[in-house]
């Protein structure tokens, strides 16, 4: 049977491709179907069908603890904004913002190509607030 999907073929950095493999298996995913759910989230594209055996049950992704972002407390709290303020902020719905917040470097991306003034954005669970990253 004939595969559908695209080819793509690029280069990343050594330290891209090492959150790539992390990714990977705490997903328990292979290279494409990781590069895949990461580009489908970030674009906001349909996910791809789930694996018979449900990935999604057997790791939580990319987090902030395996990519140190900069601390909140060096940035001031009137500085932070809610889910619903940043979505509207970027002019995106929340949904997308929750979809991504776990995955650090998506989520600054992800904000930084939306936000009026190309700041990036970290999601903070323990304040369940989004802070400017430092530039």
């Known amino acids: 049977m004939a595969n559908q999907n695209f080819r793509v073929v690029g280069y990343i950095s050594p330290v891209t491709y090492g959150k790539l493999r992390e990714f990977m298996q705490a997903q328990a995913l292979s290279e494409a179907e990781a590069i895949d759910k990461i580009l489908s989230t970030y674009l906001g594209t349909a996910p791809p069908p789930k694996p018979a055996n449900d990935f999604e049950t057997k790791g939580s992704g990319i987090t902030a603890e395996s990519s140190p972002p900069a601390s909140p407390s060096t ?3 009137d500085k932070s904004l809610t889910q619903n303020q940043l979505a509207e902020r970027l002019k995106s719905d929340t949904r997308k913002l929750t979809d991504i917040r776990g995955y650090p470097v998506v989520l600054s991306d992800y904000t930084r190509t939306r936000d009026p003034e190309g700041i990036a954005w970290e999601y ?12």
Do not use: H, S, T
């Not at 903070?124 to 530039?135: I, K, S």
């Open 124 to 135: 903070e669970a323990e304040f369940d607030r989004y802070f400017p990253l430092e530039q």
């Open 75 to 77: 940035i001031p709290k």
